[in-house]
Each structure stands twice: as structure tokens, then as C-alpha cells.
């Protein structure tokens, strides 16, 4: 089994609904991955970003659904990454990529003391276990 890790920030605030049988919190959570690399004046460049629908179950849906829209957050996939196409107003595809959440942590940035750093990393947030 193969676990996948993705960072990035929620671009909607979570969703949650309810099962109409069983009544399982269900929370779907709109992840914008934004990848950055350094430019050849060594400045950090914003590049695509990555967009992934998670669908998180149970008390991790329940937690996850207090998190606000532009929320940092850490995010442990199950094993089940895959792709839905859709058809837009405008009659062209799309492709949605989605997967179901084991883990996921909101990080909060801590004070740093040069404020020019551009990229993100990790190592200088807390975690915030959800």
C-alpha cells in the first residue's frame, strides 16, 4: 500500500453533509497545491497550481469541517487517488482529480525572523493535528 502526502492551502470552505442511511459525517475538502521553483535570479517563482477534491469520513470529517477557507493543512491519502471527468458549461471536459483522507493537519506559520523567505516550508509551522 503506498501512502501519498500533499500540502497546500483550502480554496473553499469544507463541506459537511451527512449519509442519508447510516448518517456518517462526510466532509469534502477543495486542496490547492501551489508548486514553486527558483528562478534563474534565484527568486522563488509560483508555478501550476494543483487542485484535489479529499473526502474525509467520520470524527475526521467532523474536525476537519471547523477549518476555514485558506487553511494551510497537511493532508495522508489512502491509497485511492483517482480522476473524474466532468463536462463544463461551456460543452469542453474537465478533469477533477479526488482521493479520501487518513490524516489531515492544519499548520499555523510560526514568527520568523527573515521575512524574505519565499518558499514554504514546512519545517517552520506547527502542526495542528485534525
Known sequence: MHQHTLSGRL???????HTPNTGTS???LRLAHDRWSKGPD????????LWLDVTAWGELAERC????????????LRDDLRTR???????TVGVRLEATASTVEAVQPRPRADEDARADSYAQYDLQAA
Open 26 to 28: 462526510v466532509c469534502t
Open 42 to 49: 534565484d527568486e522563488w517563482i509560483q508555478g501550476e497550481t
Open 11 to 17: 480554496g473553499d470552505q469544507p463541506q459537511l453533509r
Open 85 to 91: 471527468t466532468f463536462r463544463r458549461g461551456d460543452d
Open 65 to 76: 469541517c471547523q477549518f476555514a477557507k485558506g487553511t494551510k493543512v497537511i493532508v495522508n
